[in-house]
């Protein structure tokens, strides 16, 4: 029985890679969107993520599953736990890959990213890109140095999203409103998805080494 709990285990762990590796691709296409107003790619996004919504709910019904056939205790019940929580901000990452890519879909034909903060845009979502990459090979390794890293790059995140606000609400600001919105919510967008990145680091960091890290993300 604890052979068969252990195979269960793996199988939650892999189904967390899965979906971390649809996120990854679902941020990858919906950046490019943005950046170049590419609707068919937004498109795609949209479409994906009912994937990402399934294979989360899926995964979420079998630890509840293992949480009532098997009774976890200590280690073992922690890690259905963060299972759980872990699915939730993937899907929630998601979907925020896909509000990036309905950004791009409204505006078509037009560019949703202002003239002025392409460039910032482009590094946005170059850093958002890579930290989902490095979340899922976080998950694959567990490796704790990939969840220190993605703080690190998350920081840079948090620089350029201040640095979009201080652009926007500064006194040579062209902007008309759309854009102003638009600039606003897309930057919020990027440094939420990394928040939620951080957040899935700091339990697998946790599960690996019994050390929680504190930080200011929220959870």
Do not use: C
């Amino acid at each position: 029985m604890r052979e068969v709990f252990q195979q269960e285990l793996r199988e939650v762990q892999d189904q967390l890679v899965e979906i971390a590796d649809l996120v990854a691709t679902s941020i990858t296409a919906a950046t490019r969107a943005f950046t170049e107003s590419n609707v068919s790619l937004a498109e795609q996004v949209i479409d994906n993520d009912r994937r990402i919504d399934e294979l989360a709910v899926s995964l979420d019904e079998r630890a509840i599953d293992i949480l009532a056939r098997q009774q976890p205790v200590a280690r073992d019940l922690r890690i259905v736990v963060s299972a759980l929580r872990i699915s939730a901000s993937l899907e929630r990452m998601g979907d925020i890959a896909e509000h990036i890519a309905q950004l791009a879909r409204y505006r078509f034909p037009e560019k949703a990213v202002p003239k002025g903060l392409r460039s910032t845009f482009a590094e946005m979502g170059r850093l958002d890109v890579e930290i989902a990459v490095m979340l899922t090979e976080l998950l694959r390794t567990q490796d704790v140095e990939l969840a220190e890293q993605i703080r690190n790059e998350d920081d840079k995140i948090d620089e350029l999203h201040v640095s979009v606000f201080d652009k926007v609400l500064g006194e040579t600001w062209k902007g008309e409103p759309a854009a102003t919105v638009d600039a606003t919510l897309a930057s919020r967008y990027h440094e939420r998805f990394a928040d939620h990145a951080v957040s899935i680091a700091k339990k697998v960091q946790y599960l690996a080494t019994g050390d929680w890290a504190q930080d200011s993300s929220t959870d």
